[in-house]
């Protein structure tokens, strides 16, 4: 990944949708900003005990350094994805950096085709997956946590902007971002059963067994592999997929971890949207 800086931020880019002209996109670190302790640094999430003044300071550097405004839906850790579009009755100086709007609406993947905005989600482990269809011009920000992975939210994400702007999986560039790892990460009986109820995501599973100190097998998932998995199932080409090598347990460093730091914590920011 390309390593950014902007004011008061730093973000990485993926490789391949860095280059094409006219998209905008970020995964942004928690490097920055403006939070104090425990949320220290960037912290784009609204509802995790940040004071909301700083959170709006925060986004304003986000949405500062995309040179776009943020449009972004309630995440509710399942399958459904929603189409957006421009929003409509709006005076024009939205259009310009610096504004902000949260839609009426709740899904855990976004999917657009129009220029002038950016599809904006703040994450912690939770998989960040981005898409572009370079012939359509489509794009998408996915939210895949382990339910949403659980229920394939990627492969549907993938066929909703075929059905909705023509879009092939073999055109389709993706991003996948930091996210916890198997290394951090262990799941219980509950996470098995609900990957055992979706055979894709069961097949594309990847679920790891360790011996622990107590003698009994215990069991990690990866979140990313699991969905590279997926978009190769998909049929969006392993050459089309880039997945950032950073474990968000891992790397708190860099990055908000809901499952390893002590909680309250932050989350970072990610979008994509299409420049005018």
């Not at 009986?189 to 067994?209: G, K, M, P, R």
Request: aromatic content about 8%; hydrophobic content about 45%.
């Amino acid at each position: 990944m390309i390593q950014r800086q902007a004011e008061r931020c730093e973000y990485l880019q993926f490789e391949r949708l860095a280059a094409v002209s006219g998209l905008a996109h970020a995964v942004f670190t928690r490097r920055g900003g403006y939070s104090r302790p425990p949320f220290q640094g960037l912290n784009l999430g609204g509802v995790v005990g940040d004071d909301r003044a700083t959170v709006r300071r925060n986004r304003q550097l986000v949405i500062a350094a995309l040179g776009l405004p943020l449009l972004g839906a309630r995440t509710i850790h399942g399958g459904e994805v929603t189409v957006v579009e421009r929003p409509k009755g709006l005076p024009e100086e939205w259009h310009e950096p610096l504004r902000q709007r949260l839609l009426q609406t709740s899904a855990d993947a976004m999917i657009a085709n129009q220029s002038g905005f950016a599809l904006c989600w703040a994450f912690a482990d939770c998989a960040p997956i981005l898409l572009y269809d370079p012939l359509h011009r489509a794009f998408a920000l996915v939210h895949a946590g382990w339910r949403g992975t659980a229920v394939a939210i990627v492969p549907r994400a993938v066929a909703a902007m075929g059905e909705r702007f023509g879009s092939r999986p073999r055109d389709v560039l993706a991003g996948v971002g930091p996210s916890i790892g198997a290394c951090c990460y262990e799941i219980g009986e509950n996470v098995q059963t609900s990957f055992a109820a979706n055979a894709l995501a069961a097949e594309c599973a990847h679920i790891e067994e360790r011996r622990g100190e107590d003698g009994a097998m215990h069991r990690y998932l990866d979140v990313t592999a699991s969905n590279v998995a997926q978009l190769r199932a998909a049929g969006v080409p392993i050459a089309n997929v880039e997945a950032a090598e950073y474990c968000t347990g891992c790397r708190t460093d860099l990055f908000f971890s809901n499952r390893v730091e002590p909680k309250p914590t932050g989350r970072f920011a990610v979008a994509i949207g299409l420049r005018e």
